[in-house]
């Protein structure tokens, strides 16, 4: 049977704690030295009280919910009734075309909230890619009364709406690159920082090839193609299928802004064919 690595010394004797059964054979739990794992809720709920947030003054209100992979959080057209907060592992926000295909439009990985729509249905889905997804799920309405006489509490719901929305724009420019190595190279920086908090040169893809193929639009060959071709470019290595070591970080961003700028300017171009033709202003000012 497995055993915790926590050893407690109790006069002169080392006890062994033994694992809890939900907590055998996962690994990729959140670790926090203040929770002991007496039970899965409040295991995860200690890991949510301490885990600094914006919506923290109203964890009282939320409720743990375990999800595996695959299982769906909300679904498009359900009540929009709840905001979500990912504790562990991580979720896919995607659309569903007319003609049934997926498009994820966004990765949700732990500390990310989602939810947030001004409509009374979710306009989207939300489904568990990590083996063990933990969510806490806020009541919305109660949360929405509550801010209406709480100026603090308005302020911390309109800074997470505005992450959210950061977080769609950066995949819109991700997939705005021009080259397929381009699109999978940014998005491996992105990884990086989301998944590290900061600058780090090695990072775990929390996704398949599958899925990174349609949250950058592209074909899942095309995204082996990449990245092998970003491996023989000397600017990645790979260790298996998801492990990621960035070896060139500047190559990487430069090519990022490279291909910002490229896009930029063919936008311009864009726009100088769509928009009318200025008047001459000297045969403005001859006829005048």
């Not at 009282?60 to 595996?68: G, M, R, S």
Request: proline residues 4%; hydrophobic residues 40%.
């Amino acid at each position: 049977m497995e055993f915790c690595r926590i050893l407690i010394l109790y006069k002169g004797a080392t006890l062994a704690i033994r694992r809890p059964k939900w907590l055998v054979g996962r690994s990729n739990m959140p670790t926090n030295s203040a929770c002991a794992p007496a039970n899965h809720a409040t295991y995860y709920r200690c890991i949510l009280s301490n885990r600094p947030h914006s919506l923290q003054k109203v964890d009282h209100l939320a409720v743990i919910l375990p999800f595996q992979r695959g299982q769906e959080i909300c679904g498009q057209g359900q009540s929009a009734d709840r905001w979500y907060f990912v504790i562990s592992g991580a979720a896919r926000r995607c659309v569903f075309r007319p003609d049934g295909r997926r498009q994820i439009v966004d990765l949700l990985l732990s500390g990310d909230f989602f939810g947030f729509t001004a409509a009374e249905e979710y306009d989207f889905s939300a489904e568990a890619i990590g083996k063990e997804t933990v969510v806490a799920a806020y009541p919305r309405r109660r949360i929405e009364v509550a801010a209406e006489s709480d100026s603090d509490l308005a302020r911390q719901i309109y800074r997470t709406a505005l992450e959210s929305i950061s977080r769609i724009q950066s995949q819109l420019l991700i997939v705005g690159r021009i080259t397929a190595p381009e699109k999978v190279g940014s998005f491996i920086l992105e990884m990086a920082a989301r998944l590290s908090r900061g600058r780090s040169d090695t990072v775990a893809l929390p996704i398949t090839r599958y899925d990174i193929a349609e949250y950058l639009a592209v074909s899942v060959e095309t995204v082996s193609r990449s990245l092998s071709d970003l491996k023989r470019r000397g600017l990645i290595q790979m260790s298996g299928t998801r492990e990621v070591k960035i070896i060139d970080r500047d190559a990487l961003e430069d090519r990022k802004r490279s291909a910002m700028s490229r896009v930029t300017s063919l936008d311009r171009q864009r726009q100088d064919r769509n928009s009318p033709p200025r008047p001459d202003s000297s045969r403005a000012l001859r006829y005048g």
